[in-house]
Each structure stands twice: as structure tokens, then as C-alpha cells.
């Protein structure tokens, strides 16, 4: 193979012509002969027995070209675009056969899809605000409240009328003009007072009724009610209590610590709740300053981008949520069916965010660029053996998945990441009123620094499982 010319011809747009030696091929369109052969007809010849010769003789010369060509093509173009030192993206390509024959070879042109020429600046100094990272006591009565309630019984009340919050066991049996429908009968149905899970009006005729009650309750469909045949229409309800319960929350005392957690006294419990809030807060208060730096990035990046590029991307997406679907049990499909979405809907539900990552990624890396911000080897052996311990497997099968190149690429990226961090202007959220500093606490990866290369372990990680 060898190049014969390179020329742009439209923005992020280059057309290639490609020489493919005669020898190469020649061996092409051997190997096609012996793929085709058993598929064609030469009378006097069993199929799959008629000589080369004897079939370009009653077919033509050429009946074998096509396959050659195809067999040749990707090969010939990778390393075309590789000498052009191009950077091809997944598009469509418009390719012509310029020559083709047997004594000279195959001369193609392909016109491809580059990634875009983009420039940035402004990435130094980048103003954002840190919230307070304080845990406020308040903080912690509020997760102390949610395992109490993870840690509540039900308990039977019969000496009182039906209160917000209880739980009471009903049936019910609806009717719109004296005439059933569907989904308004149960038996036994389970539902809390104020949880707004039925209808408007509802609930709150059955606040103050008694167990053993049976009575009315009249309410009115919503205009944008789901149903078309009910929308706006009255419906009478048929109901009866069999059973009042009222969720009893457990005593916050030593007891309770030792109940739910490791330490024997609520101080000590209440501390490590204290230390794992700041430690989440912590999290959330750097992601956050992360997201005000892509803002900012995004909002930098000047450039033609291919619309290409966020195709592959959310297309890149949508395969890998489909993959944690089916590690919970769940198809695409289903989810569509349960959510009410189609595939024009699910496509713009993942535009945004992958025109996002995309922007981000091409401003870091244009950032690398810029600060000669490299791998070393030490760095990129240092990500295999991490990577391979991530996947519990050798490192030669991570390195046999992941090439170095693309590796190399990513770390560059989060290097560039972690550049415009040590350079932020960080100043504290107007309440904390504290003294301005100079940069911001380093973070963790963000998710626009995700690279294609270390995807391609995960990928295969997912398809051996």
C-alpha cells in the first residue's frame, strides 16, 4: 500500500488516494476465488472444482475484483490515514475506484471524516466557587431519621380514626356511571395516607374513618389523567378499612446504635455518620467545582465539530447503559416499554450529555496539546497493572485490548484535567465569607476524561460475563 496524495477538501473533511501493489492484490483476489468457488456454476465442472482461469474465462476478468477490493480496502485505507497522520472519526466515507486490474493493482479514492481543527483559551485561572464542606447538626439528625425509618415497625392501631402518614389496608371498587374499570378494584391494597399515590381527594376521605369502616369516596378524574376514557370524568369508590398501622420509629439511644451499627454508643454512632457525611459532602463540593470548570471549558472551545462525533458518542452511551440493563436483569427494550419511550426518544434523552463529553474531551486534549502535557512509559505501565488489578486478569491481556497509543491519550487528558484544576481561581460561596485561595483541591477523574481505550477492557469484561 502506499499513499498517493492527501488534500482537504471540506471542513474536517479529507480525501485520500490509495495505491495497493499488484502482488497484494493479486493474493486478494485469489483468496476470493476460493471463497466464491463453490458458488458458481462452470458446466462440465462439479462446483467449487473449475480452475481460476476457467471461470474469469466464461465471467470475465473481473468477477473476482469486487471481493478483492473489499477484502483489501480497510487495511489499505488504516495505514493511508496513519501515513497522512490523520485523525479519522467514525463517518461516512465516499469511495471510488480510480484503477483496478490484475497487473497494476488497485488505486482507490476514500474521502473521510477528520476530527475537528478546534482552539481554546481562557483555561487558566478559571473563577469557581467552593461550597461550605461543613456538615451541619441538622445534617445528621436527618440520616439518623432515615435509619430509624429503614429500622421501623408497623404497629396496629385501634383506638383511633385513620391519621395522614398511617398505613391502612383497604379494598376498593371503582365505578365511572355505575359501570367498572380497569385497574379500579383491589383487595387488601396497601396504601399510606398523604403519599399522593391515588388520585386527588382520595386519601383524604379516608383520613378520620375507622377500621371496619365501609363507605364512599367520591373523587374526580384529572383532565391529564393517562387514560383517555376517564380523563375529567367522576368516579365513585367503594371502600372498606380492615386495618390501621402506624410506622414506630425506634428510641436514638445506645440501644438503637447497637442495633444498626458496629459502636455501642449513639455518641460514637453519631460521629461516624458525621465523618461519612464529610466525606460525602467533600465528594459533592469537588464535583462540583469540576462541573463549573467544564462549563467553562465547553464554553472555550471554538471549532467545527462534526455532528458525526456526537452520533458515535451517544451511540457509545446508549450501548453502555443497555450493558448495565442487563447486568440488573433488564433489556433496552423493556425499559423502553416500562418508560414509554421509543428509540427517537431515547436517542435525545443521551444527545445532550454526549455533545457535552464530547466538547470536554476535545478541549483537553487540545489543552495537552498546548501544555506538552505527555504519558511517560512509567505512567501508562502504571495504568495497565491498575487496570488489570481493576479486571482481575494479567496485564499482557489488558495491553493485548488496550493499545498504548489510545492509553497514552487518555492519561494526557487527565493530566490536562488536573492542569486546569492547579490553576483555578477557587473562592469560597458568599456565606462562608472566608479568605479567597489560589487553587482547587484536586479531584477525582471526572467523567468527561473517560477514555475509548480503557471502555475497550470494560467492553470485553462485559461480554465474557
Partial sequence: MSLKSSKKVDTNRWQLEVAVDASTFNAAVDHAYKKQKNRIAVPGFRKGKAPRSVVEKLYGPNIFYEGA???????????????????????????????????DGLVFKATITVKPEV??????????????????????????????????????????????????????????????????????????????????????????????DEFDVNVTFPQDYHAEDLKGKEAVFKVKIHEIKVRELPELDDEFAKDVSEFDTLKEYKADVKKHLEADKKEAVRDDMDNQLIDSLVASLKGEIPAAMYANKANDDIRDFSYRLQSQG???????????????????????????????????????????????????????????????????????????????????????????????????????????????????KTKATKSSATKKAADKKDSAE
Fill in 69 to 103: 477490493v473489499n477484502e483489501v480496502y480497510p487495511d489499505a485505507l488504516d495505514a493511508a490515514v496513519k501515513e497522512a497522520k490523520l485523525d479519522m472519526i467514525q463517518d461516512k466515507i465516499d469511495f471510488d475506484v480510480v484503477s483496478v486490474d490484475e497487473k
Fill in 119 to 212: 482552539t481554546i483559551d481562557g483555561y487558566k485561572g478559571i473563577k469557581v466557587t467552593k461550597k461550605s464542606e461543613k456538615v451541619m447538626a441538622d445534617e445528621v439528625n436527618a440520616e439518623l431519621k432515615k435509619v430509624q425509618e429503614r429500622d421501623a415497625r408497623m404497629v396496629t392501631v385501634d383506638d383511633r380514626p385513620a391519621a395522614k402518614d398511617d398505613i391502612v389496608d383497604i379494598d376498593f371498587d371503582g365505578s365511572v356511571d355505575g359501570k367498572s374499570f380497569e385497574g379500579g378494584k383491589a383487595d387488601n391494597f396497601s396504601l399510606t395516607l398523604g403519599s399522593g399515590q391515588f388520585i386527588p381527594g382520595f386519601e383524604d376521605q379516608i383520613i378520620g374513618k375507622n377500621t371496619g
Fill in 330 to 444: 433488564l433489556d433496552i427494550r423493556t425499559y423502553m416499554k416500562y418508560t414509554g419511550m421509543d428509540q427517537e426518544k431515547l436517542r435525545k434523552a443521551f444527545e445532550p450529555q454526549a455533545e457535552r463529553q464530547v466538547k470536554v474531551r476535545l478541549a483537553l486534549e487540545k489543552i495537552a496539546e498546548q501544555e506538552k502535557l505527555v504519558a511517560s512509559d512509567e505512567d501508562i505501565e502504571k495504568e495497565y497493572r491498575k487496570m488489570a488489578d481493576q479486571y482481575k486478569t494479567d496485564v499482557d491481556k489488558i495491553k493485548a485490548v488496550v493499545e498504548k497509543e489510545a492509553l497514552a491519550s487518555d492519561l494526557a487528558v487527565e493530566k490536562a484535567i488536573d492542569f486546569v484544576r492547579d490553576q483555578a481561581d477557587v473562592m469560597d460561596a458568599p456565606a462562608e465569607k472566608k479568605k479567597k485561595s489560589t487553587k482547587a483541591t484536586a479531584a477525582k
